[in-house]
DNA sequence: CGGCTGGTTGAGCGTGGTCAAGTCCAGTGG
DNA sequence: CCACTGGACTTGACCACGCTCAACCAGCCG
């Protein structure tokens, strides 16, 4: 029923070896476990619903199952700041655990599904799924670390930098090839913007750019870049911070 | 023997009560654990010295007694972005308990004294400090509320709002008072600049209209502010999330 | 005393913002 | 099936916030 949500066309590619994936650091045991349990919290969301709202206490953990998830904080003038995206086997709000009330919103960028855990589910589940919690542990650590990278890209890089910088993270998160690869890419330019720290404008200019310089291009919700490495060159993107367990790409 | 480092003068103001400093989160019983435990461990660092290097494998947890710890990760080419500030009271490298390597360097803005927990002695400690554990994750739940609103000032707020925001930000976490208050501080308008993606220079003309306009001033590494109300608007500054437990100033 | 770090100020300029118009396309309803 | 609508993208002209480069000063420390 949820199928023609999603028009055919080329399926994700298989997912990246980062950590910030949990089924990545799970076991077969486990992930058995981990994606029953997933099956059954299932849940949809049409494109611009919240999954979370800034200052209201969390309800559950969210994993997503397929299509991405944008978090951002907006200050009262309404000016808009992206904190990060969640993608298909990312949780979403690991707050649930910690927090009192979110300290961001999160909404669907384009239709959703993702399994909603409960407190009290989360908690039976990490007593029966032993790496569980240890996953969890890792996949906010790197979430952490992506976030710091971000304050570190708008904090010091160029704007041209700056997009090349994001443009690379999504596409190795995703397992993009270093030779001509294509990812999953459903972004508008003015959300790419609210997380540059820069107008759309501005965005599509510099995307414009860098078609011409790297062949890299957003087209039909999807990514292709031809030479990775000129455009990770450019950024000066490294991507250890992501926890990637694998040969590097050169 | 260390006490001549810190000249004589105002002390450091009665610290607020964030969550994000250890000490207010415990009962009489552990805070006497902990202080003991502290004072055990203490050591010194000169102005510029590293306690925590990117890159490198955590090797202790770091309490920090006096005077104030910049975090930062740099470029290959040199540029510099600040991602926190450790005031006296906080604890400096959580990394230890859940990274392999450091995701930033660590050094002390001046002269300083820390306590520094190993592994081993951190574990048997917070067998023995019930409340410990909560209180560690409090406050490395604030630390990362503080860097997503970093990561908002400098992606969306104009340099003023910026240095506005930041100053506030220092001010209340130092319980500063609303009426003309003082508080510490410690750090140069390069510091500033680096924490805020702007250069030196900028800092300083920004500063300058904050005088005039605020009564907002740094002087002999203490910041005055007279009307805190004024600049607080001026930056959009919300203190919520800097997890303060008591009456907000208005 | 001299050197160094940090602060202050000026002149000129460039990245990126603002405003505005217009195109393309997918989705919706007649 | 086609017209309409709204969202996303594209492009141009203009402008300003904040950077660069440079010189100078004040205070501190060796």
């Known amino acids: 029923m949820l199928e023609n949500w999603f028009p055919p066309g080329p399926r994700p590619t298989a997912a990246a070896r980062s950590s910030i994936f949990i089924a990545n650091r799970l076991e077969n045991g486990d992930r058995h476990l981990w994606e029953t349990a997933l099956s059954r919290g299932e849940r949809s969301w049409r494109k611009g619903e919240e999954l979370a709202v800034e200052g209201e206490p969390p309800g559950a953990l969210h994993v997503i199952l397929e299509g991405w998830v944008q978090k951002y904080r907006q200050l009262p003038d309404g000016r808009r700041q992206l904190l990060g995206f969640c993608l298909p086997g990312q949780v979403c709000d690991i707050d649930l655990l910690r927090r009192r009330v979110h300290g961001h919103t999160a909404t669907a960028i384009g239709n959703l599904r993702a399994a909603a855990l409960t407190r009290d589910g989360l ?68 959300q790419l913007g609210e997380a540059l720290g820069m107008t759309s404008v501005h ?48």
């Open 123 to 190: 908690e039976e589940l990490l007593d029966r799924c032993r790496g569980l919690g240890a996953a969890l542990i890792d996949a906010d650590t790197i979430s952490a670390a992506i976030q710091r990278e971000w304050l570190v890209n708008v904090g010091i890089r160029s704007g041209r930098e700056r997009l090349a910088h994001l443009l690379c993270e999504l596409y190795v998160l995703q397992g993009g090839d270093v030779d001509r690869g294509e990812v999953d890419f459903p972004v508008t330019q003015g």
């Open 203 to 250: 965005v599509n200019r510099i995307l414009r750019e860098f078609q011409a310089e790297y062949g890299a291009a957003v087209q039909q919700r999807r990514l292709a870049i031809s030479d990775f490495g000129a455009l990770a060159r450019r950024a000066v993107f490294d991507p250890a911070y992501l926890g990637i367990d694998s040969e590097k790409p050169n």
